[in-house]
């Protein structure tokens, strides 16, 4: 399944990039072509010659070379590869991911890539643990890339816990799977809605909800990451997009209809946005003032409710139209009156009950509601919840699942 894939391979510094080199033996012997940057810390545990005898190509090591650049080019390095890997990721490579930032001619093709990227983090276990690592691990995994390991284990700084690098054999599975994923949707459109609406009283104020938006997202991550063209559809989040999402910004929920209908037709359509249920009846143009005596009557109207407008269209119904409940009782008997009621397909029903901490939490507890039947679902991130949901809307559309996945 690798034959002829091309692997884009980053290796930064770190103890660990000695397994590199197996595992771009492991890759060549499956017909992988791999191209590789090393950064420049890389090349104080690995040289250059031994990953150029390896790989059977040319090393490229720098953002300013003359000759490589106008031999290939860095934007070129990244887009002719199927999939790029960081392995191992150092904790500082992971920081400059996440912050964006192009200083050397690693973080520059990964900024340049459109491509799916897996990373194989490696580091001394507090380096791991502190919340900086964490937090831009969590926002370059939001922007969809891949992470296998770190596994436990004795770490060559003598400590021991969390922080070895995954072995070369775990990860060439890890990039099968991704591959044979990744053009799975490869044909499909989708369109997803995400976070709150924001519903004006004045210019100044609004009416909202405490919607994160990260479920909506990481679903959007998850059918991109399938191939899936996907539009998601956002009221306003502290999100990152995910990497090959077109995001449509919204507000209110009248700008999110129109925003959704201009996208169709599309194969499927998943409903993750906590969408206000009522506006103000007439926003003002202009600020309240506090001083017009006693205090203002808001009226509210009905806002339209997207999911069941979608659901109910007629010849550009998306083939299957996906809902969420958030309920705090009776979740399952509420999800599925709800389905029935607006005429989607599936009903997502979680529970939003207090100690549930599913709201701007990063865990869901999740039941899927169809005409079949319900399936309850483990406790899972948001993360997972989406990689399962994408799954299922894969096989209901007619994708048959890859070997090994
Ligand atoms: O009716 P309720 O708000 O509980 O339904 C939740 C589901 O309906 C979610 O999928 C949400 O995105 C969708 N919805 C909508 N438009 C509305 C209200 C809810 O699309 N106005």
Known sequence: MLQDRRILLIISGGIAAYKSLELIRRLRERGAAVRCIMTAAAEHFVTPLSVASLSEDKVYTDLWSLTDESEMGHIRLSREADLVVVAPASADLIARMATGLADDLATTALLASDKPVLIAPTMNLMMWAHPATQANLATIEARGVKRIGPGSGELACGEVGSGRMAEPLEIVVAIERILAGAARLAEKRALVTSGPTREPIDPVRYISNHSSGKQGHAIAAALAALG???????????????AGVRVVPVETAAEMLAACEAVLPVDVAVMAAAVADWRVETATGHKLKKDIGAPPVLRLAENPDILASIAQRGNDRPALVIGFAAETENVVENARRKRLRKQCDWILANDVS?????????????????????????????????????ERIAQHLGVSCPRGS
Do not use: C, Y
């Not at 989040?237 to 995910?242: A, H, L």
């Not at 901490?357 to 948001?382: S, Y």
């Open 354 to 390: 207090p100690g549930t901490d599913t709201f701007g939490g990063d865990r869901n507890t999740v039941h899927l509601v169809d005409a079949d039947g319900i399936e309850a679902w483990p406790v899972m991130t948001k993360r997972e919840v989406a990689d399962r949901l994408a």
């Open 228 to 242: 899936a063209d996907t539009v998601l559809v956002s009221g306003p989040t502290q999100e990152p997009s995910p």
